[in-house]
């Protein structure tokens, strides 16, 4: 049958701006409930009355997972989640979908539904699924995870949260109008070392910390590239499987080459973090929440060797300066990246042990070194070292962590590792350790930081304001280049 209208027909990005302009509506005029809170089980209780188990907000015991981004990284996140038992996988999503580093969990998930476009997973309503996890290039994090908060679902997303300082902003901003569950990756949150760290800041074993000293020193992917470079590379055939266009997503166009894709977007500010995004969240992730450090009031380019416009120095030192919190003193965290660039080490460090819980990268297992990725704490009375990831503290030297061996606090055990935690809190069972009011201004410090790299600047920043004063450039970039058109609406909260 014909349609005799005269109501013109509208393309698919007026539909999606639509969806997204309804969803906003949905979530902050007046409470829709889900389908999945309807039939949701009803809390546990022992004879006392007392609840043994929270509601369940999943009509099963497993929560059904939309994976976007499948490949590398993403391929281990899923399978870390197979493992918790919570899950099932029912929607695939990747903008490579059928290339060589997404076959494999292709293949293992078979029956999942698949998807190219995170759009169509989120818009055409094919597959029900409760909670969406998101282990895309740091810079396609922002409108994928934007899209499914507009959306009412649970997000998990990779570490950090977004690229540039506004999108972290809009992304917390988000989180709290459309009230639903958030997780960032950066797993060590929920092991020993977290639960050790704040229980020795609140029995007065790690105190009036002034200096911290973090240091990520093995060989990262852009090592040895000319310095002198002005350009990016020059264009390349796209893959067969590989939409292009889609995989920039919010990015200025750039012709496709093979080192923009499978991690090595890390190299470039445009599309990564660095080492600092990379591995600050697992180093500096507990003393950043349990001494209360939030934004930092000056970031200080130290030290940047080989410095580019372009993408990442070949070494990189540091300063991030927070002021007095409340009984706590002002603090100095300086971050040391590159191969021989090592932090002065106090005396009786002892030996640098690598964290056995450090996933392998796409390049391979991280390499041992002399000083593996980790922290020096000098706090008032005492000096700790750390790893990284979920490593626990150790006092230094020896013979002090003798003397306060009668003195340290029981630490409590982690009821769930970081994915069942996700997992049990979309169920309602828990809630989520690194929600994004916690990992947000984590994730901002690195962005600031990087603009510091990127610019070889010293910067002021004005914490209640978050405004950069002494840098008008840097300023401009808190919020990034424009995003390409067509991706404008999801910058608009």
Known sequence: MKDKSNKPKQSKGDKRRD??????????????????????????????????????????????????????????????????????????????????????????????????????????????????????????????????????????????????????????????????????????????????????????????????????????????????????????????????????????????NKDFANGQWRCWYEFGMGALGDWGAHIMDSFHRYLDLGLPEEINAVKLDGHNPLFYPQATTLDFKFPKRKKMPALTVTWYDGLENLPPLPEGYGSSELSSDIPAAGTGQIEQRTLNPGKIIYGKDLTFKGGSHGSTLSIIPEEAANDMKSSLPEVPESSSNHFANFLLAVKGEEKTRSPFEVTGPLSQVFSLGVLAQQLNANLKFDRKKKVITNNKVANELLTGTPPRKGWEEYYKL
């Open 19 to 256: 969806f997204l302009k309804k969803s906003a509506l949905a979530f902050g005029a007046f409470h829709v409930i889900p389908s999945h809170v309807l039939f949701s089980k009803p809390e546990i209780r022992n004879k006392a009355g007392e609840i043994v188990q929270m509601a369940s907000k999943v009509p099963s015991d497993r929560v059904n997972l939309a994976c976007i981004g499948i490949g590398n990284r993403g391929e281990q996140v899923i399978n870390d989640f197979d493992r918790t038992g919570y899950s099932n996988v029912v929607a695939l999503c990747d903008v490579d979908m059928g290339a060589p580093h997404t076959t494999k969990i292709m293949d293992k998930h078979a029956k999942a539904k698949r998807y190219k476009d995170f759009r169509d997973l989120f818009d055409k309503n094919e597959v029900e699924f409760d909670a969406a996890v998101i282990c895309t290039p740091d810079f396609s994090h922002f409108p994928i995870t934007m899209h499914a908060m507009a959306s009412g679902k649970p997000v998990y997303v990779e570490k950090p949260m977004a690229r540039t300082f506004q999108e972290v902003e809009l992304m917390m901003k988000a989180a709290k109008k459309y009230d639903v569950i958030t997780q960032m990756g950066n797993q060590g949150h929920s092991e020993a070392n977290a639960f050790q760290f704040k229980a020795w800041v609140d029995a007065g074993i790690i105190k009036d910390v002034k200096n911290i000293s973090c240091h990520m020193n093995s060989r990262r992917r852009w090592h040895g590239w000319d310095t002198s470079k002005t350009t990016y590379p020059a264009a390349e055939p796209i893959p067969e499987t590989l939409d292009w266009d889609l995989w920039l997503t919010t990015a200025e166009h750039h012709d496709y």
